[in-house]
């Protein structure tokens, strides 16, 4: 009942807010068709794992205290209701009373519960879980929903949110909006222009079906200078702003293309709903803690390095998929330490970025495998290729501006790897290209 994330979130910080519960880390949300009573919108459901020195009656009291603080109403049995808290497990205790289970009664012959936890559970744990046999196993053996459970992704308050596993999803097209002088292929465009002429822009890239706009305010090509902060917000707040006063944007999601803590945390007050962080928390310590706080979703990219020294570390001995997939893990790790929930975060192989050309094709080739490294499944991905310089390589094409064609075959090759935003200045022609893409490979 109502927004059904937002309800999750604010659960999941009243268990925070009590003191004696700390969430470790989160599974995906997966979004199911409703059980028993069917004449209800879609359930969502997740789970976390938890630090608490509660015994699980108090842990119970504690979440039921929740549910009642957040106006949980159970109209009918089985049937809608805003919020609800359960014990599924509770280390390698079993329990029993009239109040309460462990493991829980139920939860082995639910999917909606299996998969979320399959998620997180780790093999130390599993194997002193209170159960016969793996929780993968129990899942097995369940019978196929006539819907695949999907892991949803929310981007903002007025945008549908990313079904990962829906095969007729469509792609998001995420358009370039850079308001800087000096980025590698349309520097100066939307620099420091008049409003008027940046409003005519963005509803140009909306009505040519961007439903996100990426702003970005400090230039991240290979060896661009690094401006400061405040310079950075100069450029995107105005930005930020004028989009959301705009009425063709009320259902497009703002994303900040950002390294910096401040920066991001400025532009989700000032009405931003995504970070787009080409370091993933690597350039700014402050940067995952922010968005954690903040709680909203963030694009962690692969890079090594910064922008000045990235082409220097482009060197994979163990192959490039496995080695983006196992440093973009340990990004994944650290978000969740810092507290940002799984399924408010976007994966990116960074392509151009401490890559070189055949690494480039190869990540291109290999996304598909690259979306099956193990513990990055049920992730979004978000894939970049517009204009890029080995683009213009292979083409033959000098001035960026040009390169349409070779950057069409690449979005197209993304999508059939299973690309579920790509990144792109030209709006009008990516965004056609992504529809055949989609037509093609999303059945």
Known sequence: MGDRVAMIEQACNEMEASGRIRIKRTSSLWETKAMYVLDQDKFVNGACEVETSLSPIELLDELQAIENKMGRVKVIEKGPRNIDLDILLYDDLTFSNERLQIPHLLMLEREFVLRPLCEIVSDEVRQCLPITGSLQQHLSRLPLSEEPLSPMTPLSPGLSHISTYQPHRDTRIMSILNVTPDSFSDGGKNYDIDESSLADTIKSHIAAGATIIDVGGQSTRPGSVQVSSEEELSRVLPAVKLIRALPEAKNVAISIDTYRGDVAEASIKAGADIINDVSAGLMDDTMLPTV????????????????????????????????????????????????????????????????????????????????????????????????????????????????????????????????????????????????????????
């Open 292 to 443: 954690a706080k903040l709680g909203c979703t963030i694009c962690l990219m692969h890079m090594r390095g910064t922008p000045e020294t990235m082409n220097s570390l482009a060197s994979y001995p163990d192959g490039v998929v496995e080695t983006v997939g196992k440093e973009l893990l340990e990004r994944v790790r650290a978000a969740e330490e810092a507290g940002i929930r799984r399924w408010r975060i976007i994966l990116d192989p960074g392509i151009g970025f401490a890559k070189k050309q055949g690494h480039n094709l190869e990540l291109l080739r290999r996304q598909g495998d690259l979306r099956k490294y193990p513990g990055l499944e049920g992730f979004p991905w978000l894939v970049g290729t517009s204009r890029k310089a080995f683009i213009g390589r292979i083409t033959g094409v000098k001035e960026a501006k040009d390169r349409v064609w070779g950057s069409a075959a690449a979005v197209t090759a993304a999508i059939q790897g299973g690309a579920d935003i790509v990144r792109v200045h030209d709006v009008q022609e990516m965004g056609q290209a992504a529809k055949m893409a989609d037509a093609i490979w999303r059945v």
